[in-house]
């Protein structure tokens, strides 16, 4: 092959660029080969990651999908290198991210066969992507790159996934005319007036009405639309873990997180609720039998998509289309009979709305008591505190799968849409280290802190050399507390002890001094703050070691308990 022939690997790399891909993620492989020259030769139009697992590829091309609702390219070779992909795309189907996957594969004339490493990858990732496909034929190249693309980032987006078998990328493109197709721009349609008109109904109908915010607010950039409904009707807002930053938390009609599987704070507003307004809420993210178990709430759903059909989730009307527009039109309908016949100022006046007052009072109250506790190993909430305390309005907390997403989800306030990212749909261990580099690379000019337990950090913590290798200036907060918090916390209420979750760690400061990257260990509860921005203010990766006290979980469980009674 000449330097100057066109393959169906360039063709590829011509696709990717028609699409406005930036990155693609990936560990190099021997049948990826093709594709990594054809990058090699776009001239970095496309910028081509190397991380230390495929799984973390995947991570940063979930998280990348996540903050700028376009697909980037997670990429492994054949075999164990696709399967390692596994876990990441599973997580970008289930908390709803664009991603394309780009897997090798032998070459086509061992696939009808035993052969080494040949495992069926397309049909491997059949049920946890949108739509996938083996490339056999380089004249439909352009089709299926421009479909995987383009079903990945339709609502609800999710991944996708493209094979192609390493003599087809290396088969040179005869065709001249062969060319990528060029995405075109897809609009949302409109609830009907009618569909407006019933649903404004049931509001003005209704006493004590609750909003249930979820990742597809976030999604569709609605959350401007959803924060002026709330004002417009003095609504309160309880927010899924997903759907964090939707609302100001600062705002007295917030709520924070409900998703505790306890009876939390913010079911007791529910119990209360006459009518709740799910928006953009996603049925993975926690389940309708939790907040509505009789399945007799009335519900008004708004989405992209109708309702997905459940017992407890029954929607008495549905207003499909463009969140944005919908919650718009939603608020002019109902502004002129207020909710329960009075407007947004007499339901403030009377502090009508703050039924629900008791409850984020409670949630205030346990932040305040966290911010005096001198204890040492540190508190949860003594942590969320000073990382709360460290970070601005705009800068980004990717939480990792533990113990502590309970207490960022209940505790850590946010203020601006898109900068609490928690996976709570496939709920990936791992996720928040690899998640924070893609993080930074979309925003440079944010502060970007991936917050992690002892276990989820060691599940990617080799990904710290990819963050040392890239200069990102990412904060990694691990709180140790020498076991899988979490599930000893569920074993404790379940059993009334723990088995099977206690684990040794390395000095996790050397660990990261060992890959020429910054480590600190606060020694008290007071240094938790200078000790954080010391280590936010470099410019390149950090890590924090923080000792934390999960004894604190218990006594949240028991606190929730006595909540319960609130109701």
């Known amino acids: 092959m000449t330097d100057s022939t066109r393959t169906v690997a360039d063709l590829l790399v011509e696709c990717l660029e028609a699409e406005g891909c930036r990155y693609v993620f990936s560990v190099p492989g021997e049948e990826t080969m093709d594709i990594l020259e054809a990058l090699a030769r776009s001239e970095g139009r496309i910028r081509h990651v190397t991380t230390r697992h495929e799984q973390g590829a995947a991570f940063m091309a979930d998280v990348h999908g996540r903050l700028t609702g376009r697909a980037a390219v997670a990429m492994g070779t054949l075999g164990p290198g696709a399967t390692n992909l596994l876990t990441g795309i599973a997580d970008a189907f289930l908390d709803r991210a664009p991603l394309v996957a780009i897997t090798g594969q032998a070459g086509s004339d061992k696939l009808h066969k035993e052969a080494h490493q040949v495992v069926d990858v397309v049909e491997m990732f059949r049920p946890v992507t949108k739509w996938n496909t083996r490339v056999e034929r380089p004249a439909v190249l352009p089709e299926v790159v421009r479909k995987a693309f383009r079903v990945a980032t339709l609502e609800k987006p999710g991944p996708t996934h493209v094979e192609l078998p390493e003599n087809v990328a290396a088969a040179p493109v005869e065709d001249e005319a062969l060319a990528p197709i060029r995405p075109g721009r897809t609009y949302f349609p409109e609830p009907t007036e009618e569909a407006i008109a019933h649903a404004a109904r049931l509001i003005n109908e209704s006493q004590r009405p609750l909003v249930l915010a979820g990742n597809g607010v976030l999604r569709r950039r609605a959350s401007g639309a959803l924060r002026a409904l709330a004002r417009g009707l003095h609504l309160p807002v309880a927010e899924t873990f997903m759907g964090k930053g939707v609302m100001d938390d600062r705002s007295h009609l917030s709520l924070m997180a409900v998703g505790l599987q306890a009876r939390d704070h913010v079911l007791t507003g529910f119990d209360r609720a006459d009518l709740v307004i799910s928006v953009g809420y996603d049925l993975v993210e926690y389940a309708p039998a939790r907040w509505n178990p009789d399945g007799s709430k009335r519900i008004v759903h708004i989405d992209t998509q109708p309702a997905e059909v459940d017992v407890a989730y029954q929607p008495e009307v549905e207003l499909v289309g463009d969140i944005d527009g919908s919650l718009d039109r939603l608020l002019g309908a109902a502004l002129p009979g207020g909710v329960g016949g009075h407007d947004a100022s007499e339901r ?220």
């Open 348 to 567: 403030h006046r009377s502090r009508e709305t703050l039924v629900h007052a008791d409850l984020r009072t409670e949630l205030l109250r346990d932040l305040a008591e966290g911010m005096a506790n001198d204890a040492y190993p540190i508190t949860p909430q003594r942590a969320i505190h000073e990382l709360r305390r460290a970070l601005g309005p705009a800068d980004i907390v990717i939480s990792d799968v533990g113990a502590h997403k309970v207490w960022v989800a209940r505790l850590y306030q946010a203020y601006e849409p898109d900068t609490v990212i928690i996976s709570n749909g496939f709920a990936a261990m791992g996720i928040a280290l690899p998640g924070a580099i893609a993080a930074k690379r979309v925003h440079p000019e944010r502060k970007v802190v991936a917050l992690c337990g002892d276990g989820g950090f060691l599940m990617n913590s080799q990904e710290l050399e990819t963050a040392k290798r890239l200069g990102v200036a990412i904060t990694v907060v691990v709180w140790r507390d020498e076991g899988y918090g979490l599930i000893d916390w569920k074993q404790r209420n379940e059993f009334g002890r723990p088995y099977a979750v206690e684990f040794g760690n390395p000095d996790l400061v050397a660990y990261a001094r060992s890959f020429g990257i910054a480590g600190f260990r606060p020694e008290t509860a007071a240094d938790l703050y200078p000790t954080l921005m010391r280590a936010l203010e470099l410019d390149g990766p950090s890590v924090v070691d923080v000792p934390i006290d999960y004894t604190e979980n218990l006594r949240l469980t028991e606190h929730l308990g006595a909540l319960s009674g609130l109701a």
